[in-house]
């Protein structure tokens, strides 16, 4: 993509960065109400039958998602035209899917600012490996890696392990605003479900709030990895990368049914929100029809995406996502090739020796 069109592409999609606030403000209410709801017709529900409950709390589940979204445009001060509205409301929304906001907008913030750069990884960001870092890493962190990368581990063990855990700790290197944020996030979390244990019971809270944070988790996971660890992705080196090329090429469109499309926010327009984060969920479809660039972009479905289930390692020469058998393939290519210029450089030393 030449510099001409990079500054055409960014113009272009400039007019879908307009925050409605009126828009927002219905959104909060379709989104909030909703889970409110829900999460007490789920109480109610245990006292007929769990089975009655259990697709309440998926459903819940989806609203929690869908409020995550809001967090997440509050992040990029893309959901009110305030700094400090979307200060508040982020910190609100982080307290409901016990995400710290500040942590969270600070890491995310590198994630799209380095998104696909391969020599800046490691922040906001899933791990990957290519394959000849991973041919020559030592055998504790191939043990290590191929443990993270398995879909147990990513989907069901990794929502408990990020959200429950990890989320509750500042970062290294925190500044002050940030670390109180994480503390005050962590106090309300723990005033809200004491409260709630309080009038419901213990029991009754672990039977609904277990499964919401459970599903939730998953379904957020699954969002940010399939929308970046497909085939055909981009992935450069930091003198090669582009910052439109790993928005446009490097996130995914991921074209889900109405109904879903609804509940996750639009995040399926990924290539859009990377191209502009200030572009709020609401406008991201909008900005993708009209502008005909960011109609290029790969897209996947439900039943696509699950074969990014099988990608571990990425195939810089290739230019693609791998499984580990794939890599056995390729480095046994690699071997015969160099088992061949290594011959054919030692049947034409004699002559040259003889001249």
Same mark, same amino acid.
């Given at each position: ?122 922040? &906001? ?91 939730? &988790?998953?379904? &957020? ?135």
């Amino acid at each position: 993509m030449s510099t001409p069109s990079i500054a055409k592409l960014k113009k272009d999609v400039a007019p879908y960065e307009k925050t409605d606030t009126k828009a927002s403000i219905i959104q909060i209410i379709n989104t909030l109400g909703p889970l409110f709801l829900l999460w007490y017709l789920s109480y109610l529900s245990l006292s007929v039958s769990y089975w009655i409950t259990l697709p309440l709390l998926i459903l819940t589940a989806g609203f929690l998602v869908r409020t995550f979204i809001i967090f997440h445009d509050c992040c990029h001060q893309s959901f009110f035209k305030s700094r400090k509205a979307n200060d508040i409301l982020g910190t609100i929304t982080g307290v409901l899917t016990v995400v710290p906001y500040q942590q969270w907008k600070h890491t995310h913030s590198v994630h799209h600012a380095t998104s696909s750069n391969l020599d800046k990884r490691g922040t &906001g960001d899933m791990w990957v490996l290519t394959v000849d870092e991973y041919v020559n890493a030592s055998l504790w962190t191939k043990i290590y890696y191929r443990i993270y990368r398995h879909p147990l581990v990513m989907f069901v063990i990794g929502p408990i392990a990020v959200f429950l855990f990890e989320y509750r700790f500042n970062r290294k290197g925190a500044k002050k605003k940030e670390r109180i944020n994480t503390y005050v996030t962590n106090i309300l979390i723990v005033a809200l479900y004491t409260a709630l244990c309080l009038a419901i019971g213990w029991k009754a809270f672990l039977l609904i709030q277990g499964p919401v944070f459970f599903f939730s &988790g998953l379904m &957020g996971i699954w969002l940010f990895y399939v929308q970046h660890q497909f085939e055909d992705t981009y992935f450069e080196n930091d003198d090669e990368w582009s910052y439109v090329r790993a928005a446009v090429d490097g996130s995914s469109f991921y074209k889900l049914p109405k109904v879903l499309q609804w509940i996750t926010g639009n995040i399926g327009y990924h290539h859009v929100h990377h191209l502009s984060p200030r572009v709020p969920n609401y406008n991201l479809e909008k900005a993708h029809n009209e502008t005909p660039p960011l109609q290029k972009a790969t897209t996947i479905t439900l039943s696509t995406s699950l074969k990014s289930l099988n990608f571990r390692l990425w195939d810089e020469d290739s230019k693609r996502f791998i499984s580990f058998k794939e890599m056995k393939k390729v480095i046994k290519n690699k071997n015969s090739v160099l088992e061949a210029v290594k011959e054919k450089t030692t049947s034409r030393r004699p002559s040259l020796e003889g001249k």
